[in-house]
């Protein structure tokens, strides 16, 4: 299982930014898909998942701002982040079948 992410960078407090997630060697369309974050001396934690059928599920820190979709035939997930806030700030990673993609940075400023 291949990931890659990509989309983060540096955005004011209350901007937008898509991430994207593209992935390989897998039956993607199958499995559940996920995105976590991290920030520095914390444990990752699940921002939102995505089942097989479409299921979407949420942390509650980001219910109502951040919205997880998939494109199976291009075996992409998105998590598109509205209304971001400076706790928002991490590093966020696409999960698929237990594997971990590079993260990719989100950095936002107050």
């Known amino acids: 299982v291949q990931l890659q992410a990509s989309g983060g960078g540096l955005v004011q407090a209350g901007g937008s930014l898509r991430l994207s997630c593209k992935a390989s060697?897998?039956?993607?369309?199958?499995?559940?898909v996920a995105w976590y974050r991290q920030t520095p001396g914390t444990q990752r934690e699940l921002v939102a998942s995505m089942s097989s059928s479409g299921a979407p599920n949420y942390a509650d820190s980001v219910k109502g701002r951040f919205t997880i979709s998939r494109d199976n035939a291009r075996r992409m997930v998105y998590l598109q982040m509205n209304s971001l806030n400076t706790e928002d700030t991490a590093v966020y990673y696409c999960k698929v079948l237990g594997t971990y993609g590079r993260g990719t940075l989100v950095t936002v400023s107050s």
């Open positions: 060697g897998l039956n993607f369309a199958i499995n559940t």
